[in-house]
Structure formats: structure tokens, C-alpha cells
């Protein structure tokens, strides 16, 4: 069997890096700039990348987004409420609000959060940027940034782990799962 390929804190950083720039230089002018983590996975790369957007000149809002009650499968299995609450730390009204997530699969998640956002108000302009696209969407979304792109199969799962207090740490794996039916794939929220 072969090793499953495993991405360095470098190539990590590498990726987040590209992604600041990218929104760095679209969003020069943009005056009303949000950046808003899905909870759990997108958190700490919405820290990241305001850090490294407040270095190139941009003055990013930094919040949460919590998808717990807007998830697909709630009906299936308890409601699995996010460790970080929704907090959007100024009017969404109007915002340039950049969604940023881990890793982007099915675009459950992703149609979650603009639910949760836009139970907050209307933004003029929502993008997504994620670390890590892995394929395999089951709904029409895309990233407007992407850090790193990876084929994985069904049988497969992307684990991203980014430490807060020592970016060395970060890891980024493709893992073999267990074969599941076909009916519990298409229930995760990823």
C-alpha cells in the first residue's frame, strides 16, 4: 500500500501565502473587508490570513461562522453544535465577506455558512477561500481562493491540523478511511 502523500508546515505556510496575496490584491480598495472562519476547521486560517493582510495594508473585520443550525443532516443526527460561536464583528450589510475553510469537499458546509451569514444581513459580495480543495463537490460551489489542490477519493480523508501558537506544528494529511455505505457519505457536513 502506498503512503498516503503528507504536506509540510513550509508547504502549508506556502499555500496560506499565495491565498493572502491573491485576496491582497483584489481587495486593495476594498473598504469594507470581512473575513469569517467556519467553525471548527476555518478558524485558525482566518487568523492567518488577517495577520497577513494587515501586513500588506489591509484592515480585514476577523469573525466566526457557526453552522450548527444550518447543517443538511440535522434531521439524521443531533444538532453537533461548533466549539466557536457565530461572532461577525461588524454590519454584514453591504461587506465584502470572504468565507474561509480547511478543506472544501461536498459544499455542505459551505451552503451552511451562507445560510448562517445571510441570517446576519446581505452582504454586497460573498467569496470562499479554503486551504485545501479536495473535489468531489456534491453541490455547484467553488473556491474563489485555493491554497493547495489534492485528488481524494471516497475512501479517503483530507486532515488538516493548524496549530495556533506554533505554525511549525501544522500538518496536512491524506488518510485511508474505512469503506462507509453510500448513504453515510453523503450525510457528513465537510
Given at each position: 500500500m502506498a503512503t498516503p502523500p503528507k504536506h509540510d508546515a513550509k508547504t502549508i505556510d506556502q499555500a496560506i501565502a499565495r491565498v493572502a496575496s491573491a485576496i491582497s490584491r483584489r481587495h486593495a480598495s476594498s473598504a469594507h473587508l470581512l473575513l469569517l472562519g467556519i467553525a471548527n476547521g476555518g478558524i485558525i486560517l482566518a487568523q492567518r490570513l488577517a495577520a497577513q493582510l494587515k501586513k500588506s495594508g489591509l484592515k480585514p473585520g476577523l469573525g466566526t461562522i457557526d453552522i450548527s443550525f444550518h447543517r443538511d443532516d440535522i434531521g439524521r443526527n443531533p444538532i453537533p453544535k461548533e466549539f466557536s460561536p457565530t461572532i461577525i464583528p461588524h454590519d454584514v450589510n453591504g461587506a465584502t465577506v470572504?468565507?474561509?475553510?480547511?478543506?472544501?469537499?461536498s459544499g455542505r458546509t459551505v451552503k451552511a455558512a451562507l445560510a448562517e451569514?445571510?441570517?446576519?444581513?446581505?452582504?454586497?459580495c460573498v467569496e470562499l477561500a479554503v486551504l485545501?480543495?479536495?473535489?468531489?463537490?456534491?453541490?455547484?460551489?467553488?473556491?474563489?481562493?485555493?491554497g493547495l489542490t489534492l485528488v481524494a477519493g471516497d475512501t479517503e480523508k483530507i486532515k488538516v491540523r493548524l496549530d495556533a501558537a506554533t505554525p511549525a506544528r501544522d500538518t496536512l494529511l491524506t488518510e485511508s478511511v474505512a469503506s462507509e455505505s453510500k448513504s453515510s457519505r453523503l450525510t457528513p457536513v465537510t
Open positions: 470572504i468565507l474561509v475553510d480547511d478543506v472544501l469537499h451569514l445571510f441570517d446576519h444581513g446581505r452582504p454586497s485545501v480543495d479536495r473535489g468531489g463537490r456534491r453541490l455547484p460551489i467553488a473556491a474563489t481562493y485555493t
